[in-house]
């Protein structure tokens, strides 16, 4: 079953044209057309440098910005189209897990009371059971039933990505977008929250949208993997294939440049020269045409299309059309 | 046998704060040879940066202070030098680069200017002549169209094209030492991997030595010829790149590894690290890994072991590698 269906989704900033110091510009394509779709208990990996417009993407789908264009489905229900009582009661089906742990947790709240704000509004649970589902929720990310009356301050890092984690989890949501979960961690509590993440998943059967720029966290938690550049998809693939034959330079770049941790015999070359355009004036072709090192005439003509390969792969390049 | 270039013994950095004196840094050792890359390796508050600013001798004073050790440049003792001697080390003979390139440069001024600031300071050449040199350093690096980026504020560069000014401003006397506290840290992985390469490069060109700060053991693997990993203050465990990314034998290093998502069996349970870092103001006795370590003894929770050494480069500090209890 498709869990969340996303079509031709575009989000464009635009300056608005009254201050001062603004003059009349075109927009920054921070989204330019994703179709998505995850079907139920699929983990899918969305990765890209910093500016592809991976962040928008994820709280375009929350709702948390409304889209230029697009459609959004969760389960059937067109998400965009709900208003007021509706849309409050859908959003318990799609669910964020943030980058920072610090910001994302109300100071002032104890963790019991942030966990279980969200029960109470959609009344997951009968009143007098709320605790108890509380507790569960915390044995379920690691945490003893203790926490529930303490402050976010006194937690760790990881510690509160669990909180955070829970949080999402109370309000038994279809699927759960997790935006750099564990970016801002340090090594050995990054690799706890992975296994917690897919611990779940596996136990609970959890949908995700997992957003990253560390390729080794995407190859590690994705069943599916999708590259973003510059607003758009640029290749989708199963993990295996996508790690073990990029078909896009851009991922086959991306790969080249990540560091090896065996003892270097070589010395890393740079695969990807120059960096991200700004998403104002993009390049006329294909937009990673400037930096293609297979760069060929009609990139710099035309958009590729995203087109299917026999083997079920889709990729956006012209060497594949 | 290499040059000597930096001597560090024993070198100990105490921060004073409400709870208590905390050694962020503990009594630790290393050398850097001429030409030489050491990786200094280790997750947050392990003491690495404490250590790059304890050589700068950029400790501020209060709350901090270098209460122990050593730190001799080529034989001379630079800890005890006068404030005025210790400025014409720093930039001319070792330099620093730190991770957030938009916090370490003046948004008031064009990034040249601040790149010729550098040149100006401690070289003494005329507004003609250095500028010319900070263009020079701006090709150097990597920065396209130089005359015209000289020209540009930080705001008007990328992430990746600002550590590269940082860079260049480092470069721009050419120190014997380059110390990199997490250079890429911040950058997008197709940067990071060009400033890699660029580090590679200068440093073989000038032939000076880099000590490089990272929590990446990935960045480690491709650059290091040695590698230092700090774990509470203390060093655990020391070997040549090879020794440590091939047979690491501290259990830190070894679940440190074992715990980089990617790089095994993808979708498997990732051996972790159990816990956390210990807080440095309440140290457990013994060894400091003891309460997260796999392979821990009731020793290790009340004695703390020493470096020892598997081979003459090859150090942990472990009870397993205590060659006389075996």
């Known amino acids: 079953m498709t869990i969340l269906r996303a079509e031709g989704i575009k989000k464009y900033f635009t300056s608005s044209g009254s201050g001062f110091f603004s003059r009349s510009s075109s927009p920054v394509k921070a989204v330019d057309g994703v179709d998505i779709s995850i079907e139920e208990g699929e983990s899918l990996g969305l990765v890209g440098e910093s500016g592809c417009g991976k962040s928008t993407l994820a709280r375009v789908l929350m709702r948390l910005i409304e889209p230029t264009a697009g459609k959004i489905f969760l389960g059937g229900i067109d998400f965009l189209a709900l208003k007021g009582k509706e849309l409050r009661k859908t959003r318990r089906r799609i669910q964020m897990v943030f980058q920072d742990p610090y910001s994302s947790l109300n100071p002032r709240m104890t963790i019991g009371n942030t966990i279980a704000e969200g029960i109470k509004i959609h009344k997951i649970v009968e009143r007098r059971k709320v605790r108890t589902r509380v507790h569960s929720l915390l044995d379920k990310v690691g945490l003893p039933p203790a926490a529930e009356s303490r402050y976010p301050h006194e937690f760790s890092g990881g510690q509160r990505q669990r909180v955070g984690i829970a949080r999402a989890l109370a309000v038994e949501p279809d699927i759960i977008i997790a935006d750099e979960p564990v970016a801002a961690l340090d090594l050995s509590v990054q690799a706890q929250i992975i296994n917690l993440i897919r611990d779940l998943k596996e136990d609970m059967g959890l949908t995700y949208l997992f957003v990253a720029h560390d390729l080794g966290v995407i190859k590690h938690v994705s069943d599916n993997v999708a590259v973003m550049y510059l607003g758009k998809i640029v290749e989708l693939s199963s993990r295996d294939s996508l790690f073990s034959n990029p078909l896009h330079p851009y991922t086959r770049g991306l790969l080249a440049s990540i560091p090896k941790l065996e003892f270097k015999g070589e010395k890393l070359k740079a695969a990807i020269r120059g960096e991200v355009p700004s998403p104002i004036n993009l390049p006329e072709g294909c937009s990673f045409y400037p930096r293609c090192p297979e760069a060929m005439k009609e990139c710099r003509l035309k958009p590729p299309p995203f087109v299917t390969t026999p083997e079920g792969r889709s990729v956006r390049c012209w060497l594949y059309s | ?326």
């Open chain 2, 1 to 326: 046998m290499k040059k000597m270039l930096l001597k560090i013994k024993n070198l100990e950095t105490v921060f004073r704060t409400e709870r208590g004196n905390v050694r962020a840094v503990d009594g630790i050792s290393f050398d850097i040879e001429t030409g030489q890359t050491i990786g200094l390796v280790g997750e947050s508050g392990c003491g690495k940066s404490v250590t790059a600013l304890s050589i700068m001798r950029l400790i501020s004073d209060p709350p901090g202070k270098i209460t122990g050790g050593l730190i001799e440049l080529n034989g001379r003792d630079i800890l005890s030098m006068p404030v005025k001697e210790m400025r014409k080390i720093r930039g001319n003979e070792i330099s620093i680069v730190f991770q957030e390139p938009l916090s370490s440069l003046n948004p008031v001024f064009t990034c040249g200017e601040q790149v010729r600031e550098a040149i100006v300071l401690h070289q003494r050449l005329g507004r003609k002549k250095s500028k010319a040199r900070a263009v020079e350093m701006f090709r150097m690096v990597g920065i396209p169209d130089p005359e015209i980026r000289y020209k540009n504020y930080p705001h008007q560069m990328s992430g990746g094209m600002r550590q590269r000014v940082m860079i260049a401003m480092a470069l721009s006397c050419q120190p014997k030492l380059l110390i990199a506290d997490e250079p890429t840290t911040a950058l997008d992985v197709s940067v990071q991997a060009q400033i890699i390469e660029l580090l590679q490069d200068l440093r073989e060109k000038f032939g000076m030595s880099l000590l490089l700060i990272t929590h990446d053991l990935a960045v480690i693997a491709q650059m290091a010829d040695k590698v230092v990993v700090m774990y509470a203050g203390k060093i655990v465990e020391k070997a040549p790149s090879e020794k440590l990314f091939s047979d690491p034998s501290h259990p830190y290093t070894q679940g440190l590894l074992a715990s980089m998502p990617g790089y095994s069996s993808p979708g498997k349970t990732l051996p972790v690290i159990p816990g956390r870092v210990p807080d440095p103001a309440k140290l457990p006795p013994g060894c400091r890994f003891s309460d997260r370590c796999a392979k821990r003894t009731d020793r290790c929770f009340k004695e703390e072991p020493a470096l020892f050494s598997l081979d003459n480069s090859h150090f942990s500090r472990c009870w397993l590698h205590d060659k006389e209890e075996s």
